[in-house]
Each structure stands twice: as structure tokens, then as C-alpha cells.
């Protein structure tokens, strides 16, 4: 079994639920790297993002093998990693998995209201929260067979990672 600082855990859900801020705690939890996984979209899905273009499955397919690689580099060096990422289909998490077998997923939830109060009071960020509704509408929340656990954006960030580090 891994240990905290050799687990692989994409933290994933929709635009707005916090990603970004629970993925940063639980590596630092974890005395682990976190990676950002908008980092890692090509120019051209940030500029579709931002002129409020949904992305298509083929828009994400190189981004999404971009972060399987970086996860299977994780997983061969021995090193423990969070990723954020929507990762909104089973089959796009299929392919995050082909990565890293094992992998652990954390799905972040809430309600529509939440999410768009959220989305629109995030400074800086590229990702319009006219955009949500489309994500929302493609979420295949996580199956029993995935290795994932659910959790309400309701509560704060830090009683998800506590919840998550106590496990």
C-alpha cells in the first residue's frame, strides 16, 4: 500500500469547486509536489476557455496524456503527487489512469449556486463562469469501481484535507 508521500491523487470536479485550494493543502499535507493541471493546457484550449468555447473531448485528448505522463513520472521516480483536474468523464479519468494505475481520485461537489458565486469572485482566472453549465452537463461523477471519494465544497477546504489525511 502507498504511503502519504508516495500517493497519486488528482483532485477533481467542475470549474469552481476548489481544485486548486484543496490540491494545495493536501500536497502540503502530504510533504508532497502539487501540479496545477490548467498549467499544463496548450494555448489554444486557454484561448477557447476564455472566449467562453467549451472544450471538446478531442480539444482535451494531448492535455489529458500530458498529465498522464507527468503522473507515470511521478508514480516511477516513487514520488507522491497532487494534480488538479476536472477530469469530468470516466474516460477521460481512464486515461489519467493509464498513467498510474492505482490512482485515487478526490471529486469535489456543489451546488450550481455555489460553484457560479465562486467562479465569479476568482480574480485573474481565464476560465469564464458562463462555462459552467457546460461542464456540469458532461460530469460523469465518479463509479464505485474508480477509487474516489466525494466531497461537498460546502464545508472548507481544510475539513476536506483533514477528512482526507485521516483515512
Same mark, same amino acid.
Given at each position: 500500500?502507498?504511503?502519504?508521500?508516495?500517493?497519486?491523487? @488528482?483532485?477533481?470536479?467542475?470549474?469552481?469547486?476548489?481544485?486548486?485550494?484543496?490540491?494545495?493543502? #493536501?500536497?502540503?499535507?502530504?510533504? @508532497?509536489?502539487?501540479?496545477?493541471?490548467?498549467?499544463?493546457?496548450?494555448?489554444?484550449?486557454?484561448?477557447?476557455?476564455?472566449?467562453?468555447?467549451?472544450?471538446?473531448?478531442?480539444? !482535451?485528448?494531448?492535455?489529458?496524456?500530458?498529465?498522464?505522463?507527468? #503522473?507515470?513520472?511521478?508514480?516511477?521516480?516513487?514520488?507522491?503527487?497532487? #494534480?488538479?483536474?476536472?477530469?469530468?468523464?470516466?474516460?477521460?479519468?481512464?486515461?489519467?489512469?493509464?498513467?498510474?494505475?492505482?490512482?485515487?481520485?478526490?471529486?469535489?461537489?456543489?451546488? !450550481?449556486?455555489? #460553484?457560479?458565486? !465562486?467562479?465569479?469572485?476568482?480574480?485573474?482566472?481565464?476560465?469564464?463562469?458562463?462555462?459552467?453549465?457546460?461542464?456540469?452537463?458532461?460530469?460523469?461523477?465518479?463509479?464505485?469501481?474508480?477509487?474516489? !471519494?466525494?466531497?461537498? @465544497?460546502?464545508?472548507?477546504?481544510?475539513?476536506? @484535507?483533514?477528512?482526507?489525511?485521516?483515512?
Amino acid at each position: 500500500m502507498a504511503s502519504a508521500s508516495n500517493e497519486l491523487t @488528482v483532485v477533481m470536479g467542475v470549474c469552481g469547486c476548489g481544485k486548486s485550494t484543496v490540491g494545495q493543502q #493536501l500536497a502540503a499535507a502530504r510533504g @508532497v509536489e502539487f501540479a496545477e493541471g490548467d498549467a499544463f493546457h496548450p494555448p489554444e484550449n486557454v484561448a477557447r476557455m476564455a472566449a467562453g468555447t467549451p472544450l471538446t473531448d478531442a480539444d !482535451r485528448a494531448g492535455w489529458l496524456a500530458t498529465l498522464a505522463d507527468r #503522473l507515470a513520472a511521478a508514480q516511477a521516480q516513487g514520488k507522491g503527487l497532487v #494534480l488538479s483536474c476536472s477530469a469530468l468523464k470516466r474516460s477521460y479519468r481512464d486515461v489519467l489512469r493509464r498513467g498510474a494505475p492505482g490512482l485515487q481520485f478526490v471529486h469535489l461537489t456543489g451546488s !450550481r449556486a455555489l #460553484l457560479a458565486e !465562486r467562479m465569479n469572485h476568482r480574480p485573474g482566472h481565464y476560465m469564464p463562469a458562463s462555462l459552467l453549465d457546460s461542464q456540469l452537463a458532461i460530469l460523469e461523477p465518479p463509479g464505485a469501481d474508480e477509487n474516489a !471519494r466525494s466531497f461537498d @465544497v460546502a464545508q472548507a477546504a481544510e475539513a476536506i @484535507v483533514q477528512a482526507l489525511m485521516q483515512r
